[in-house]
């Protein structure tokens, strides 16, 4: 691709421009959660469902963590037609794995045994999740299909194309959700499941229509560059695999933050909160995990544009988590919790500590999403697993002392080691990347 912006032409509007859309589909799938959530508390016996879909979607979301890199793969590897059918295939030979080990994980003897038996959750609750993680078998599939083609369209400067398909799987999900949830006496987190299920299909086909013109252009040109004329499925593996170790340590830190809530005082009333803070934390959350693509497509292949892409983070960084602090220490917590999110007063008194403690997360989360794209696009993609491994260990240390030995309350203790293993991450890759940026500079 020939590079976006010509050295002294970028401009912070330029920035933002190309980030909006991203971030707008980032904002679009943040809203998921609550809305969800907000479904499911308006439905019989809300503790248990909404307990069940925080700790189903969870479980998916580990399934789904290989794949989850693939947006900066495609975006950073998709030259030619040549590099794009050696990703693509990379792409279906993975996607095919995860959705085998997410129908190997249905099978009840397996699933009831890590659930109740290693979790401890309580017979009713792994029941719903149950149903749940079978109806969102399709998702780590169509995960990876969609991000494969969206790094393609991002790395082409169509970012409106990825906003685009995030709004029709805003309109799948909503249609399913309310006809399930105005129609059918199926429970809460079945209605959830069903929802994100669909409307993650629907978004994978729209990004592959999208994205027809740009391969069109690609195969006719199938011109092969100096770099992607190496590129194999060694290569791509060599590359990939230390961003889908980090995606897993990141999201497969899960199962124990679940595991330790549930030996924690107050572990239903936690599992049924936590869901509704991290899902309204990662409406902010996700502006800045949007930024990852834009530094890897627009910091130049020498960072030249670094100072301009580092001015930007510092801005984004203060408006998300100022805007979230402003309401996490200010009543409109009890707006958002109550009357949005649909929790009772006592639960949403439970969640208040839990909100104030992560309220600051999302600068923590546009630093280490800057810190990330400068080494993947330095190809330095192992010093990013070994930062999210002192981020997973730093998040079991704190909850074993937390929970074993202050006998804190289980949410209270997830957002504390959230927040400690963020920064011992960001620590961790602030040297590296400054290396980075000099060497290139």
């Keep these: 691709m020939n590079r976006l912006y010509n050295q002294s032409d970028l401009t912070q509007k330029d920035v933002f421009k190309f980030w909006l859309p991203l971030a707008a589909t980032w904002l679009m799938m943040s809203l998921e959660g609550p809305y969800l959530a907000a479904l499911i508390a308006r439905l019989p016996e809300p503790k248990f469902n909404l307990a069940a879909y925080g700790v189903a979607f969870s479980l998916a979301m ?16 998709v030259k030619d037609y040549k590099s794009f059918l050696e990703l693509r295939k990379f792409n279906y030979r993975l996607s095919l794995a995860l959705t085998i080990g997410m129908i190997v994980f249905s ?24 149903i749940s993680i079978m ?19 991002i790395r082409n400067n169509q970012t409106r194309f990825v906003a685009f398909g995030t709004v029709i799987r805003l309109i799948s999900m909503s249609t399913v959700a309310l006809i399930l949830y105005l129609l059918t006496s199926i429970p809460g987190a079945s209605v959830g499941a069903s929802a994100l299920s669909s409307a993650v299909i629907m978004e994978a086909i729209a990004s592959r229509l999208m994205a027809n013109n740009l391969l069109k252009k690609i195969k006719a040109t199938n011109s092969v560059s100096g770099d992607s004329d190496q590129l194999s499925q060694k290569s791509i593996f060599t590359f990939y695999y230390p961003l889908a170790l980090t995606s897993i340590l990141t999201l497969g830190v899960q199962p124990f933050v679940t595991f330790f809530i549930g030996q924690s005082r107050m572990a239903l009333e936690s599992f049924a909160v936590l869901p509704v803070v991290t899902s309204f934390v990662f409406i902010f959350r996700g502006l800045g995990l949007s930024y990852q693509e834009v530094v890897i497509a627009l910091i130049g292949d020498n960072f030249e544009q670094s100072e301009k892409i580092k001015s930007f983070a510092i801005k984004l960084a203060t408006a998300t988590a100022g805007t979230l602090m402003i309401i996490a220490f200010s009543p409109l917590r009890d707006f958002w919790l109550q009357n949005v999110s649909g929790l009772s007063q006592p639960l949403a008194q439970f969640a208040h500590l839990p909100l104030m403690i992560m309220s600051f997360f999302p600068a923590m989360t546009v630093l280490i999403s800057f810190e990330r794209a400068v080494l993947v696009k330095s190809n330095h993609t192992k010093t990013i697993t070994i930062g999210t491994a002192t981020e997973f260990i730093s998040i079991i240390v704190v909850l074993a002392i937390c929970i074993k030995y202050f006998d804190l309350v289980g949410a209270v203790t997830a957002t504390i080691s959230f927040v400690i293993g963020r920064m011992a991450a960001c620590g961790y890759l602030f040297s590296p990347v400054i290396r980075a940026l000099k060497v290139k500079v």
């Design 107 to 130: 099978i009840p003897p397996i699933f009831y045994f890590f659930t109740e038996n290693l979790i401890g959750l309580p017979n009713t609750v792994a029941y719903l999740t149950h």
């Design 62 to 77: 580990i399934v789904e963590a290989p794949v989850i890199m693939m947006m900066s793969a495609s975006t950073a590897l």
């Design 135 to 153: 109806l969102l078998i399709p998702w780590p599939g169509a995960i990876g299909y969609r991000r494969f083609y969206q790094g393609i369209l």
